[in-house]
């Protein structure tokens, strides 16, 4: 019997509103029915509690990172245990009445965990998604939850998916959130294509607002009229909400100062110019362990034509590779390396090049080549795949 | 580098961003394509893209900083600053 009210406090009652299923036993908080993968690569159910602190009956910060695991070791959809979190067998340790821990976890973003809710989804997260990459029909939470996975995100549905045998691989992407940090030329071109996929939530990110010029370096064909003094997150999250909901505008660059926006999501397409916001992006995302595509191109004239090189980088946390020196974050003036020109087909196909590559991040395409460094060349129309 | 059997140095006609040079020296680093092809470069910290066809192996492949490569006849190298958006 829960000896406090979990409805006082927000990090708990949000656990529950999101359906998770929460109980708290005495100084613990237990989330039940976690789904997991074991070592023989099938999908069981575990469960993962943490200490809970509060004060006059309210949680305060969690000060500590670990979490007890009752079930067999939780593997990636592979069947390989996921090593980085362990932190020791915690085997046979009471946790309270009823639940005796197997293992002990210890994980956390680089800022520690600012609530309960942070600490719990994030291990959560961590351990369900390689069990949904295997059956996209489990989740940690129960159906009917508010913007919950049971529920299209879209407006109409997309009959081919059920035709061409394919709904099982896209119904992976459910429940995950998304940002795109920037949303010029291949920022737009990303969110064409992301929007048209199951995720619950993406979040548009730019500062400046739409302009004539970017019409040309976008998808669709804004009338003349179109073009009143608005943000560009404003103008894109409109259209693309007629298909489908969870479209989420912010008219802020993300820099120094807002950076935790970032916190919490699933992968982070980050389609920046210039370096000095896309280190900023890239290192915070690589201590948080957020998995993210970076992408930029390099165009000039040569003899009359246009030439030049675009790249997409990608980081997968699991893999530990620093690609962070793949990409350009030095804070000189862009142009004096290479013009402002963006093209509309290069936007895209870079665009597309890190939607693919996020896609085999959670299992959609087949990933055998696992680069990490993609670039194309397009005087000798080549994709390198590189690193 | 001396050569005291009285073979010719190794020269070889290389491409740099469309620009045709004559290059001595058996390996070729990502640090001197990034000199030649951006000469007023500023700043220690940025990255460039470099890639290369006609090298040791028949595909395209890409040098990072510290990196180098044999130097080949005809190798065509492409060098950019892919910060664009």
């Known amino acids: 019997m829960p000896t406090i009210q979990a409805d006082r406090s927000p990090d708990l009652k949000r656990l529950m509103d999101e359906r998770y299923c929460l109980d708290i036993y005495g100084d613990y908080l237990v989330i039940r029915n976690v789904p997991y993968v074991d070592g023989g690569r099938k999908v069981k159910l575990g469960l993962l509690a943490s200490d809970l602190q509060t004060s006059e009956g309210v949680t305060v910060r969690p000060d500590s990172h670990v979490a007890y695991w009752a079930g067999d070791y939780p593997c990636d959809n592979n069947g390989i245990p996921l090593k980085a979190m362990d932190a020791g067998s915690g085997e046979g340790r009471k946790v309270y009445d009823g639940m005796v821990a197997d293992y002990t976890f210890s994980q956390k973003p680089k800022e520690g965990y600012n609530d309960y809710y942070e600490k719990m989804t994030y291990y959560v997260r961590r351990i369900e998604n390689f069990a949904r990459a295997i059956d996209p029909s489990v989740s940690a939470r129960a159906p009917g939850a508010k913007g919950g996975q049971a529920e299209s995100v879209f407006r109409y549905s997309d009959a081919s998916l059920a035709r061409d045998g394919i709904s099982d691989m896209s119904g992976r992407a459910r429940g995950m959130r998304v940002a795109i940090a920037g949303m010029g030329g291949t920022g ?3 969110l064409d294509l992301v929007a048209k996929t199951e995720v619950r939530e993406i979040h548009l990110f730019d500062g400046d607002a ?3 010029h970017n019409a040309f370096r976008s998808p669709g064909a804004p009338a003349p ?5 608005r943000p560009k997150t404003e103008w894109f999250a409109g259209i693309y909400s007629r298909m489908r909901e969870g479209v989420i505008p912010h008219a802020e660059n993300v820099g120094e100062g807002n950076i935790g926006v970032l916190k919490g999501m699933d992968f982070v397409f980050v389609c920046v110019d210039g370096g000095k916001s896309r280190g900023l992006i890239a290192e915070y995302l690589t201590r948080e362990g957020i998995p993210f595509a970076d992408t930029g191109m390099g165009l000039r004239a040569a003899d009359g034509k246009i030439t030049g090189q675009a790249r997409v980088t990608a980081h997968d946390p699991e893999s530990g590779k620093d690609v ?5 974050r030095g804070g000189a003036e862009d142009s004096v390396y290479s013009t402002n020109i963006q093209i509309a087909e290069i936007n895209a196909l ?7 590559r996020w896609k085999k991040s959670w299992g959609f395409y087949r990933d055998t080549g696992r680069e990490h460094n993609t670039v194309y060349a397009i005087e000798t129309n080549e994709v390198i795949n590189g690193a | 580098m001396e050569k005291d059997n009285g073979e010719k140095p190794h020269l070889v006609s290389i491409v740099i961003n469309g620009k045709p040079m004559k290059y001595d020296g058996e390996y070729i680093s990502y640090e001197f394509i990034v000199e030649t ?15 290369y066809r006609g ?8 040098l990072v900083r510290g990196q180098k490569t044999k130097a080949h006849d005809g190798m065509v190298i492409l060098a950019d600053y892919t910060g664009r958006s």
Do not use: C, H, W
């Open chain 2, 37 to 51: 092809a951006f000469p007023d470069k500023r700043d220690e910290n940025d990255m460039f893209t470099v890639s």
């Open chain 1, 324 to 328: 962070l020196q793949l990409m350009p």
């Open chain 1, 350 to 356: 870079s665009a597309a090049l890190a939607v693919i």
């Open chain 1, 225 to 229: 009229s179109d073009f009143a003094d």
């Open chain 1, 188 to 190: 737009s071109y990303v």
């Open chain 1, 210 to 212: 739409f302009l004539q």
């Open chain 2, 55 to 62: 090298g040791p192996v028949e595909k395209p492949d890409t």
